[in-house]
Structures are given as structure tokens and as C-alpha cells.
């Protein structure tokens, strides 16, 4: 088996180890043993544990941001709208990995964590944070209040998704929430 490979099957494995159990629960005899490779190999691809989840969190992102996309070439408005549809079906994913990577990191921070936020997160939140000053006209400390508000809209439909459904019956469809909180941001970026 190449050296790659390898180091594949080890991520493959770890992300639903990790994903299940999180950082402190997980072993990395239970992943070697999915992985089926020896315990050398976990230590020669990542060193420990703690280096192997920091790169299985910032893999299973990356895939889960390139399979919902948030970009778009036209208006502002409109990218707005492709930035809240993409980051909307991002974080409902029901099969990524990372939905429920990030779950436990929400609720237990890591070190891995500094590393996601500043790889990964924070050009994200860049580009909401100009698109939201391009299209309020506004300071960047007010853009990042407006950014924010956009986020927290839309991590209110994946961290309160059981509580609207048992309100509501059901989950609107993504395209609509996706509409709504468009308009919504769109009205008050331009109050």
C-alpha cells in the first residue's frame, strides 16, 4: 500500500472516530484498527493524536465547503444570497463529517480549533464581512456586527433545527430559508 493511501485510510478513519466519540474519547488504536494499518504508520503520517484530528477537522471542511459552494459573480445581492444558500447547506449537511466535527468542537473546544479558524473560518467570514460593508455602506466594525447576524441566522436553523420542526412540522427547504434570510439581511444592511 503507498504511503498515501496509507495516510488516506488513516483520515478516513479517524473522521468517523472522531466524529463519533470526539478528540478525548476517540483512541487511535480504534482508528488504526478501521484503518487496518499499524500504529507506526498513525505516528510516522501525523506524530499523535492531536495532530491527526487537527487535519482530519480542517480535511473534512475543506470537502464540505467545495461540495457546497458559495460563490457567485454578479450583484452583491446576489452573492449574498449564494453565500447563504452555500453556508445554509454546509451546516445541515446531514452526511458531512464536518457537521458533527464542529458540533463537538463548539461544545469542547480544542487546540485544532485556532488552527480551523484561521485556515479555513476566517477567510470565509472576510468575504461576508466585505460583502455585508459593500452592500450596507458601512464601517468594518459595523459590517462585522452585520456579518455576524447574517452567521447567526443561519446557525439557528442547523443548532435549532429539532425545536422548529417539532414547532413547525418541518424544516423549510433550504432554497426558502435561504430566500428569507436574504431579504431579511438584505432590509436591515440597508436600514
Known amino acids: 500500500m503507498s504511503l498515501n493511501r496509507t495516510r488516506?485510510?488513516?483520515?478516513?478513519?479517524?473522521?468517523?472516530?472522531f466524529a463519533e466519540k470526539g478528540l478525548r474519547d476517540a483512541t487511535v488504536r480504534e482508528i488504526v484498527a478501521r484503518a487496518?494499518?499499524?500504529?507506526?504508520?498513525?505516528?510516522?503520517?501525523?506524530?499523535d493524536k492531536e495532530?491527526?484530528?487537527?487535519?482530519?477537522?480542517?480535511?473534512?471542511?475543506?470537502?464540505?465547503?467545495?461540495?457546497?459552494?458559495?460563490?457567485?459573480?454578479?450583484?452583491p445581492e446576489r452573492r449574498l444570497r449564494a453565500?447563504?444558500?452555500?453556508?445554509?447547506?454546509?451546516?445541515?449537511?446531514?452526511?458531512?463529517?464536518?457537521g458533527r466535527l464542529m458540533a463537538r468542537e463548539m461544545i469542547e473546544p480544542t487546540a485544532a480549533l485556532d488552527r480551523l479558524a484561521e485556515r479555513v473560518i476566517r477567510p470565509i467570514y472576510e468575504r461576508l464581512?466585505?460583502?455585508?460593508?459593500?452592500?450596507?455602506?458601512?464601517?468594518?466594525?459595523?459590517?462585522?456586527?452585520?456579518a455576524k447576524s447574517v452567521l447567526g441566522q443561519i446557525l439557528f436553523y442547523k443548532h435549532c433545527a429539532p425545536v422548529?420542526?417539532?414547532?413547525?412540522?418541518?424544516l423549510p427547504?433550504?432554497?426558502?430559508?435561504?430566500?428569507?434570510?436574504?431579504r431579511f439581511s438584505l432590509g436591515g444592511l440597508r436600514a
Open 36 to 47: 487496518k494499518v499499524n500504529l507506526a504508520a498513525v505516528n510516522y503520517h501525523f506524530r
Open 129 to 146: 464581512v466585505a460583502l455585508t460593508r459593500e452592500v450596507g455602506g458601512m464601517s468594518r466594525r459595523r459590517a462585522e456586527l452585520a
Open 83 to 98: 453565500f447563504v444558500e452555500g453556508f445554509l447547506r454546509r451546516v445541515t449537511d446531514r452526511g458531512s463529517r464536518a
Open 164 to 170: 422548529v420542526e417539532r414547532i413547525d412540522g418541518r
Open 173 to 182: 427547504r433550504i432554497d426558502v430559508l435561504a430566500e428569507h434570510i436574504t
Open 51 to 75: 495532530r491527526l484530528y487537527a487535519e482530519v477537522l480542517e480535511r473534512e471542511m475543506r470537502a464540505v465547503h467545495a461540495k457546497h459552494p458559495i460563490d457567485d459573480d454578479s450583484t
Open 8 to 17: 488516506e485510510r488513516i483520515l478516513d478513519a479517524a473522521a468517523d472516530v
